[in-house]
């Protein structure tokens, strides 16, 4: 399933999350002609990437940062990019700029040191924008947990988009990264789910101080446990395909 939007998009215009949006973009642009050769990839991986049992030998701190803008294939970066656009400028827009990209990089930074403890010497280089942006998820999943969130569900050949507060779409998707974690041996590679878990447990606490500020419950009474702004409304566009009915 895939988040294609949200129905609350921002009343100010999310400089941060778009400027995060073309960095990444412009990153994995630059090394995406060498991505097929396998021992040039590696090596920009392993350089800028985080590599658990380096980092545990008291090495390669920088990369915790560096490794969020890195990104293994197109599918990798377009969906944690997807992800970003939908839910980061609601977040955004309730925390200021500078502030949100603190957020950001602080969750990223808990993603990272999450998967480091659940592999500690494990010698594969962790990239990606997916636990910073997890982080981003977690705040989002507590300022509005009812916002409507419209998914796109796949089945074989079936496409559909359902409407489902965020709530419930945040939900699944964590218990998923906790489930798949505990379910991948440690250090076997992949995707890093113990980051996702990581940075989403990181967005969650380090927003819960702006949540009893703004009422905590009473916040969600106030807002219904939405953006504190008008919903959007979407038209559902019918198509031109005549209807062929069955014959029988």
Excluded: C
């Excluded at 990272?112 to 998820?137: D, E, F, K, R, T």
């Excluded at 998914?151 to 074989?156: A, E, G, K, R």
């Excluded at 989403?200 to 969600?220: E, T, Y």
């Amino acid at each position: 399933m895939f988040p294609i939007r949200d129905h609350n998009p921002s009343e100010r215009t999310p400089y941060v999350t778009l400027a995060l949006i073309a960095i990444n973009v412009v990153i994995f642009l630059s090394y995406f002609p060498i991505l097929g050769d396998a021992r040039a990839s590696t090596q920009v991986f392993l350089t800028w990437g985080l590599v658990p049992a380096e980092l545990s030998s008291g090495g390669g701190v920088a990369n915790i940062f560096t490794s969020m803008f890195l990104h293994g294939g197109i599918m990798h970066l377009l969906g944690n990019m997807l992800f970003l656009w939908v839910f980061g400028d609601n977040l955004e827009d309730e925390l200021g700029h500078g502030t949100f990209l603190g957020f950001y990089l602080l969750s990223g930074m808990g993603a990272g040191l999450a998967q480091v403890i659940s592999a500690p010497n494990s010698p594969i280089p962790m990239v990606g924008a997916s636990g910073a942006i997890a982080g981003v998820l977690g705040g989002y999943l507590l300022l509005y947990p009812k916002a409507r969130v419209d998914v796109l569900f796949i089945i074989v050949i079936i496409f559909k988009i359902i409407p489902i507060p965020a709530g419930i779409v945040l939900t699944v998707w964590f218990a998923m990264q906790v489930f798949s974690g505990a379910a991948t041996p440690a250090g076997s590679g992949g995707v890093a789910y113990w980051a996702h878990a990581g940075g989403f447990l990181a967005g969650l606490v380090m927003i819960l101080p702006l949540w009893l500020k703004l009422g905590g419950p009473g916040f969600w009474r106030r807002t219904h446990g939405h953006p504190d702004h008008p919903e959007a409304r979407y038209r559902r566009v019918s198509t031109r395909i005549p209807k062929v009915r069955r014959r029988r």
